[in-house]
């Protein structure tokens, strides 16, 4: 587990979010804290409910059971758990819920994949989990429809919860990958009224490319519209994956400002221009993984910005982010990461001051 906080580290990443799905892995996090009293870089957790049970087969009762139990990082600003995550209830990609917010043959419509209220998975631990008091922090949605069902049992508990609006917006409530969100107007203005966050993965966009073209051209203006989102109020935050190749991170950043999408599923493919109209400058890019990333992981009093009174994590890049024509973005070179005033990664071939 070291060893791959180090990889992220040469990719730049100074602090990472994901789910843990089982106790092994719960278990080798501490014993890094243990000896070494930090981790290579800072990591925000959610316990795996769904997809992989952290102790399954007793989950639907673990989070009433485990109490809740979630909260911000200033007390151990090295790993901090986030809620729970629901790698499940919303799948997937290539078969998003559009429901009638977006036309299509038969067999496109019924391919469609929408997990309602009686799916077991949020009748048996999502809403038990919310009323509760825990956070959710990463649900997987695709598809305007499946936003509009996740939100309605959302309401259910906080209802049976008798939880106020307020109540439920303070645990920004967050979704995963954000492929083919779409900007449907009443579904922007129930993001904005739970206060949800929505990740965005451009790997993730690009698998979502593949079903939103068989849709048509009225397909595509629900690929990841990223510009629309932000000017109606809604919390976009920048994803990555799980990859272990450390020049993946600023190719990714890279599609929020050149909108360029690769069909993944054939790796002869020449990038296409995709709604061109959602770019975003590169400082709200970079913002999208910085600030942003830090507020939904409720790291904002300590990370995200480099000001007096934050964590000074940073990393030195080979060139100018902001100077570097468009094209030369994701050829960024990470020259060094520091996190928690030590040195994670360095370049071999790199001499300060040269």
Known sequence: MKTVMEHYAEGGLTMISSSIENGRTLTAFYEILREDKRLPVRFGYGYEMLRTPLLYPNHPQLPVQLGSHWGPPEANPWFWPMGITDGGSGDSRR???????????????????????ENYRIKQVLIPAIKAG?????????????????????????????????DIRKLRLSFAHGGAVGKVPDVMQTMIDYNFYVPIRPRDVAESLVQVKRYGPEGLQFL??????LE?????????????????????????????IKDPSDEHAEGEIVMPEE???????????????AEWLFAENMAGTLEPGKLADFVVLDRDFFSVPVAEIEDNKILMTVVGDEVIYKDSEWEPGR
């Not at 959710?136 to 305007?144: A, C, D, E, K, V």
Request: hydrophobic residues 40%; proline residues 3%.
């Open 279 to 293: 770019a975003v400058n590169r400082t709200t890019a970079l913002r999208l993984y910085t600030s942003q990333a």
């Open 232 to 260: 109606a109020g809604v919390k976009v935050v920048g994803e990555g994956g799980h990859e272990l190749d450390p020049s993946i991170y600023f190719r990714d950043l890279s599609m929020f400002i050149t909108r360029e």
């Open 95 to 117: 078969v998003a819920c559009f429901g009638e917010d977006l036309q299509g043959s038969p067999d496109l419509k019924d391919r469609e994949q929408c997990m309602d209220i």
């Open 224 to 229: 990841a519209p990223t510009k629309t989102l």
């Open 134 to 166: 825990w956070r959710i922090f990463s649900m997987h949605s695709f598809g305007s429809e499946q936003f509009r069902l996740h939100a309605a049992w959302i309401d259910r508990a906080r209802q049976e919860a008798r939880m106020s609006m307020d």
